[in-house]
């Protein structure tokens, strides 16, 4: 069984690492793999800026939340899961794989740009919900292109995924309990108005 599914893993990588390339996604994925970069940095700040200043209330949950979803979310994927599991990157065990971007020296499952991007995605979903398909697409592009760019194989960034929904679901949950746990509290502290 678990060999069926590595060989449908490999049938999929190679798919979307060979079968598909073309010169314009050979342009666009490896610019949308590369979170990292300073335009990505900067934009990444300024968008939590406007959530602080512009968000109203709502973005200011957002922006409060993001900083440890993140930071959650990267250090399990990075520090913890991708050391229990210690599989290698397709672009250190396969042949023939065209690699877009440097290989990295890190492990493959899970992809944590597939964790942080869904983990994300799946925040500003909850609180931005008619914009649910644009969060979701984006998070699919930029996992979708680490097979494309030769430096993870499909179930990581399937499981990457499961594993970003999983961390935000339980980050909402939280922050869900502690509001009304605030409230509550607040609601008792308020002196009782006499007819």
């Not at 980050?171 to 609601?187: D, G, M, T």
Request: proline share 5%.
């Amino acid at each position: 069984m678990a060999e069926t599914l590595y060989s449908l893993d490999k049938d999929i990588f190679y798919f979307l690492n060979h079968s598909i390339q073309n010169s314009v996604l050979d342009v666009i994925m490896p610019f949308l793999t590369r979170t990292d970069t300073l335009h990505f940095r900067i934009f990444y700040v300024l968008l939590w800026l406007a959530l602080v200043i512009k968000g109203g209330k709502t973005g200011r949950i957002v922006a409060i939340l993001l900083l440890p979803l993140i930071l959650v979310s990267d250090q399990l994927s990075s520090s913890v899961i991708k050391s229990l599991v210690g599989r290698l990157r397709p672009c250190f065990t396969l042949p023939d794989v065209k690699l877009l971007v440097p290989c990295g020296s890190g492990l493959s499952f899970p992809s944590s740009h597939a964790v942080n991007n869904f983990a994300a995605a799946t925040l500003f979903s909850y609180y931005y919900r008619r914009w649910t398909w644009a969060f979701v697409t984006y998070a699919s592009l930029v996992a979708l292109s680490r097979p494309y760019v030769g430096v993870h194989y499909p179930s990581d960034i399937l499981g990457g995924a499961a594993i970003g929904i999983a961390v935000c679901s339980a980050v909402i949950f939280l922050w869900l309990r502690l509001e009304a746990y605030l409230k509550l509290r607040h609601e008792k502290k308020e002196p009782a108005i006499s007819p």
